[in-house]
């Protein structure tokens, strides 16, 4: 459809102008860039061993089963290749370059030998692919782009907002020390390994794309991608940089004290802008860890027909979610107030992208429009009341709590409630 190849054509011609000026930004401000970044992926050391591995596990759901294993033991011999040679020169250990040359390969062979479902099928597993090792780049550079952006930070206000929620960070964190190194371990592999989970829910979403060639309107991978772009947007406005580093010895001497996570600061009526140094990202407000692993979890409840995915996916979903929000607050990355912003911000996503065959009737409009006005209202009372919340904690706590639960509510029952009105797809076409 016409409409369809224009959305393409301007995604592909907007990434490699992206990619191009935050290269341009990096290279003037001494930072590693995208393009150079993915330059290392191929001939050099790779930046991360899981992005590459889990772009190439989405691009193998659109090949055969023969197929994929010829992809993952080409891109599995390419990684022992690099590595040898990069063990001989004295390099660190490091794994990534095979799966991205593969799954390079996979849209070169694609393109030019294949024809049509299967050419379809697999460049399009490809596009997800290369969109989430991009997005990762992009993701890199936005860190440095927050500390250009905000030399100042406002963690004096959140910590005040959250002395009103129960100073959650402060709490986890002592839970996190007193279990000891095997809680820590499991909670900081599942925090940084979150491409894993979505690419295990998403190969679920897809398994059976190969076999019947129709896509389902909406999956994992678009509320992933969605989120990575519009939430960083926050990042600069709101600069804050978390309790390990304002309140704790990571602030290398910027910290306003060293109190995470035993002590619970005391409090302070005059808050403002706290200038920080350029080492630690303003990556906290709204908590994009929580966000993806909502989406995580919201995705592995059903698949695309409505039909119950299975218990064991269920119990994955749920105990991701759980480890992420221990872990964002346990090890001082995040206050509570950023968690609450974290989920509006994927609710208020989801429900702009789920059931696109039912077009933005009023039931869409309103949640989306809801989800934002009370974003909004979540910053705009962070920075400007957050005295106010230290001042009456118990009244300001409930209405944070009430506000997101009855979002939480509207969510679910626009949803995924059994009694939710149903989608009448006539309809949706006359729209």
């Given at each position: 459809?016409?409409?369809?190849?224009?959305?393409?054509?301007?995604?592909?011609?907007?990434?490699?102008?992206?990619?191009?000026?935050?290269?341009?930004?990096?290279?003037?401000?001494?930072?590693?860039?995208?393009?150079?970044?993915?330059?290392?992926?191929?001939?050099?050391?790779?930046?991360?061993?899981?992005?590459?591995?889990?772009?190439?596990?989405?691009?193998?759901?659109?090949?055969?089963?023969?197929?994929?294993?010829?992809?993952?033991?080409?891109?599995?011999?390419?990684?022992?290749?690099?590595?040898?040679?990069?063990?001989?020169?004295?390099?660190?250990?490091?794994?990534?370059?095979?799966?991205?040359?593969?799954?390079?390969?996979?849209?070169?062979?694609?393109?030019?030998?294949?024809?049509?479902?299967?050419?379809?099928?697999?460049?399009?597993?490809?596009?997800?692919?290369?969109?989430?090792?991009?997005?990762?780049?992009?993701?890199?550079?936005?860190?440095?782009?927050?500390?250009?952006?905000?030399?100042?930070?406002?963690?004096?206000?959140?910590?005040?907002?959250?002395?009103?929620?129960?100073?959650?960070?402060?709490?986890?964190?002592?839970?996190?020390?007193?279990?000891?190194?095997?809680?820590?371990?499991?909670?900081?592999?599942?925090?940084?390994?979150?491409?894993?989970?979505?690419?295990?829910?998403?190969?679920?979403?897809?398994?059976?794309?190969?076999?019947?060639?129709?896509?389902?309107?909406?999956?994992?991978?678009?509320?992933?991608?969605?989120?990575?772009?519009?939430?960083?947007?926050?990042?600069?406005?709101?600069?804050?940089?978390?309790p390990m580093f304002a309140y704790g010895s990571a602030g290398l001497g910027f910290q306003v004290g060293d109190y995470w996570p035993h002590v619970v600061p005391p409090i302070d009526f005059t808050p403002g802008a706290l200038p920080f140094g350029d080492f630690a990202p303003r990556n906290c407000m709204p908590s994009l860890h929580t966000a993806w692993a909502l989406s995580i979890f919201v995705h592995s409840r059903r698949d695309a027909s409505g039909a119950p995915a299975p218990r064991w996916l269920r119990w994955g979903g749920t105990f991701w979610l759980i480890a992420t929000?221990?872990?964002?607050?346990?090890?001082?990355?995040?206050?509570?107030?950023?968690?609450?912003?974290?989920?509006?911000?994927?609710?208020?996503?989801?429900?702009?992208?789920?059931?696109?065959?039912?077009?933005?009737?009023?039931?869409?409009?309103?949640?989306?429009?809801?989800?934002?006005?009370?974003?909004?209202?979540?910053?705009?009372?962070?920075?400007?009341?957050?005295?106010?919340?230290?001042?009456?904690?118990?009244?300001?706590?409930?209405?944070?709590?009430?506000?997101?639960?009855?979002?939480?509510?509207?969510?679910?029952?626009?949803?995924?409630?059994?009694?939710?009105?149903?989608?009448?797809?006539?309809?949706?076409?006359?729209?």
């Amino acid at each position: 459809m016409p409409s369809r190849r224009i959305r393409i054509t301007a995604v592909l011609a907007a990434v490699p102008v992206l990619l191009i000026a935050l290269q341009i930004v990096a290279s003037r401000n001494g930072f590693l860039g995208p393009v150079e970044s993915l330059w290392l992926d191929y001939t050099g050391t790779p930046r991360s061993v899981t992005v590459p591995w889990a772009g190439l596990g989405l691009a193998l759901i659109g090949l055969s089963w023969r197929r994929r294993f010829i992809a993952v033991g080409a891109a599995a011999g390419i990684d022992i290749a690099y590595q040898v040679v990069r063990t001989l020169l004295g390099g660190p250990l490091a794994l990534g370059n095979g799966p991205v040359i593969v799954l390079t390969g996979i849209v070169i062979i694609a393109a030019w030998r294949w024809r049509d479902k299967e050419r379809g099928n697999a460049l399009h597993a490809a596009a997800l692919g290369i969109l989430l090792v991009l997005s990762s780049k992009v993701a890199e550079v936005w860190l440095f782009v927050t500390v250009l952006a905000g030399p100042q930070v406002l963690d004096e206000h959140l910590v005040l907002v959250d002395h009103a929620l129960g100073d959650p960070s402060w709490l986890m964190g002592q839970v996190v020390e007193f279990f000891g190194p095997v809680l820590y371990h499991v909670l900081h592999w599942v925090y940084i390994e979150l491409p894993v989970g979505a690419m295990i829910v998403t190969i679920w979403q897809l398994r059976n794309v190969v076999k019947t060639g129709a896509w389902p309107s909406h999956y994992l991978v678009r509320t992933f991608l969605v989120v990575g772009l519009i939430g960083p947007i926050f990042y600069v406005i709101f600069p804050v940089v978390g309790p390990m580093f304002a309140y704790g010895s990571a602030g290398l001497g910027f910290q306003v004290g060293d109190y995470w996570p035993h002590v619970v600061p005391p409090i302070d009526f005059t808050p403002g802008a706290l200038p920080f140094g350029d080492f630690a990202p303003r990556n906290c407000m709204p908590s994009l860890h929580t966000a993806w692993a909502l989406s995580i979890f919201v995705h592995s409840r059903r698949d695309a027909s409505g039909a119950p995915a299975p218990r064991w996916l269920r119990w994955g979903g749920t105990f991701w979610l759980i480890a992420t929000l221990a872990a964002t607050l346990g090890f001082g990355y995040h206050y509570g107030a950023d968690l609450v912003a974290g989920v509006v911000v994927l609710l208020a996503i989801e429900s702009a992208l789920r059931e696109p065959e039912r077009g933005w009737d009023r039931v869409r409009i309103r949640l989306v429009a809801a989800g934002a006005a009370l974003l909004a209202a979540l910053l705009l009372s962070y920075r400007y009341l957050s005295v106010a919340y230290a001042e009456y904690p118990v009244p300001a706590a409930l209405v944070i709590i009430t506000l997101l639960t009855a979002y939480i509510t509207a969510f679910y029952r626009t949803w995924f409630a059994a009694d939710r009105e149903p989608v009448r797809i006539e309809e949706t076409a006359r729209a």
